[in-house]
């Protein structure tokens, strides 16, 4: 967990690096931008983290967002991801050209969900993705289909009782780089909370899925003692709770502190 970014690689070559480290078994921590503003995502790339993701499926950003937030994000050298808000091909490929150095998509539960969020992120033969660099061939004049193709990544996020039904197909999809497993929306499935004990077990069986398959895998942690778990526990990709939940409990505590004296 080295939270060291390098501000003179082009973004995509740090996802290539992050992708290298990922598959080594490095643990690294994201930040998780729910707030739209590009001050607020310039402090989280640069307290130490390794990725930053901006959230456009449940945060207040937006597709018309992401460039201007991955241009805060980007001369941290820190690896700028973002999730969008459904696995809409036209979406992720304006993600993309926007400046996304790849993307995380949600609730995917079939081999059809992955294929076409694959296809999605990568130029022909490939995949589907229309040509349109508009922001990630800036400083990078070899810029060609097969170098972005070799370099974005595809996240998926597995949260679903369909979704674990068809794991190990989804896991044999070519060109899924990461799986992201959503334990709040996998509880929400099974019609179960959270931190219940059968949805923690559910969790474990996607984690030892993903590595049966050499397919890295990570989780969103809600505290620092679940992250710890989770880094433990075969986890490389660690989401920290949003800047807006941060933001939120350090002014709690403060207020809390200060009438407690």
């Known amino acids: ?25 490095d643990v690294t921590l994201g930040g998780w931008l729910y707030l739209s503003d590009s001050l607020s995502a310039e402090i989280v790339a640069r ?9 456009t499926q449940h945060g207040m950003g937006r597709s018309g967002d992401v460039s201007r937030l991955m241009q805060a994000v980007g001369p941290t050298g820190k690896v700028g991801l973002v999730r969008v808000p459904w696995n809409e091909p036209g979406v992720i490929m304006n993600a993309l050209d926007a400046g ?6 949600p609730l995917v539960s079939t081999v059809a969900d992955a294929e076409r969020a694959v296809a999605a992120c990568r130029y022909p033969p490939g995949g589907i993705r229309s040509w349109g660099p508009a922001r990630p061939a800036l400083g990078a004049p070899g810029y060609s289909a097969a170098w972005a193709n070799e370099r974005v990544l595809c996240i998926l996020m597995i949260e679903t009782e369909e979704g674990i039904a068809n794991v190990d197909e989804i896991l044999a999809v070519p060109g899924i780089d990461a799986i992201f497993i959503g334990p709040a929306d996998l509880a929400l499935s099974f019609g179960i909370e959270r931190d219940d004990p059968a949805n923690g077990r559910r969790v474990g069986l996607l984690r030892e899925a993903c590595a049966a398959r050499g397919v890295p895998v990570g989780a969103a942690a809600v505290s620092v003692d679940e992250a710890r778990a989770y880094a433990t526990s075969g986890f490389v990709l660690i989401a920290l709770p949003s800047d807006a939940v941060l933001l939120r409990q350090a002014l709690a505590a403060f207020v809390e502190g200060i009438r407690a004296s």
Not at 11 to 22: K, M, S, T, V
Not at 47 to 55: E, K, M, T
Not at 100 to 105: E, H, L, N, R
């Open 100 to 105: 996304a150095c790849g993307v995380i998509v």
């Open 47 to 55: 307290a130490g983290l390794d990725w930053v993701c901006l959230d």
């Open 1 to 25: 967990m080295s939270g060291q970014g390098d501000a003179a690689l082009h973004p995509l070559e740090a996802a290539g690096r992050l992708r290298a480290r990922w598959l080594e078994g």
